[in-house]
């Protein structure tokens, strides 16, 4: 009886459970702490098993309920993520996800299940202090911090979000699970693409290709690719040519179907000092209020070292970024997340 008044008083939480030790880490957690939690997993693709999510919420004694997105999963993550190779980008599908299902569809759910909040094992740290902006903190794993791909959130969603296991580093999330007696508290992260076993076979076969030649920043041609989709820039493996490398990717002529590469690790090629930055969505509003021109620390990819650089409005949600000192490998259609010392304070798309 106690622990019913007890969740009551502490609100009720729908968390997404995937099955990994993360997620399920979070509904223990929460439980512990009074909430009245109902687990939610999210048939998503058909690589989507809910099996160890449900063997979890039966072991924690939490309603399990089972929330079918594939539609929208397609729509707004796999549709994306195939016209954005049509066009020459390399997306981050993650993002997306978090974007359109996890996080609007999670709070969609509790306003039905008469939920206060969402949460998921995403390591972060959410800070508020009285009635100020909620102010999104990375985790105390800094190998596990995962702000960067939770840019496109607004104070209204975060407001609604717990996660309780940034304030944990991995180690002791796995020594929590096991304390629970969690099946999964071994069980391995997710490194791939959920909805993907074999990029080069899932792009081949939905994106039409041509064959065309592999030329040097100086006009050599020294092979040939198998379609300008399968490269990314700063890409080294996989581009199969001769002679003395290493090569990497710099550039994609999409005009003349011609793969751009440049020799050397350091050649100046895979290097830009400045880049554009669009669609960019803001966690902190308030800090950026009537400045055109900040400066911060920014990252061009997930285990990408945040970088000092100076921000400029171009116009509506684009900016320009000019970094202190060149950066190496800067890939269109990849999230730079910007931030001020441990807080993320927003993000958008390279161009």
Partial sequence: MKKKKLARRRGRVIVAMSGGVDSSVAAAILKNRGYDVIGIFMLMHKNSDFQDAKIIAKKLEIDFKILDVRKEFKKRVVDYFIQEYKKGRTPNPCVECNKWIKFRFLIEKALQLKADYVATGHYVRPRRIGLGPTRLLTAKDTKKDQTYFLWTLNQKQ???????????????????????????????????????????????????????????????????????????????????????????????????????????????????????????????????????????????????????????????????????????????????????KDEALGGGVIE
């Fill in 158 to 340: 975060l407001k609604k979000s717990l996660f309780p296991v940034g304030d944990y580093t991995k180690t002791q999330i796995r020594a929590m699970a096991k304390k629970f007696d969690l099946s999964v508290f071994e069980k391995k992260d997710s490194q791939e693409i959920c909805f993907i076993t074999d990029i080069y076979e899932f792009l081949s076969s939905r994106i039409p290709t041509n064959k065309g030649p592999i030329i040097t920043i100086d006009g050599k041609k020294m092979g040939e690719h198998k379609g300008l989709i399968f490269y990314t820039i700063g890409q080294r493996k996989g581009i199969e040519i001769g002679g003395v490398g290493p090569f990497y990717v710099v550039d994609k002529d999409f005009k003349k179907n011609a793969l751009i590469v440049a020799q050397g690790d350091f050649n100046q090629a895979l290097y830009k000092k400045e880049m554009i930055v669009k669609n960019v969505n803001w966690l902190r509003l308030d800090l950026l209020a009537g400045r055109n021109k900040f400066r911060c620390k920014i990252k061009i990819r997930y285990l990408h070292k945040s970088v000092p650089a100076t921000v400029f409005k171009v116009y509506g949600s684009k900016f320009k970024v000019l970094f202190t000192s060149p950066q190496r490998a800067i890939t269109p259609g990849q999230s730079a997340v910007f931030y001020l």
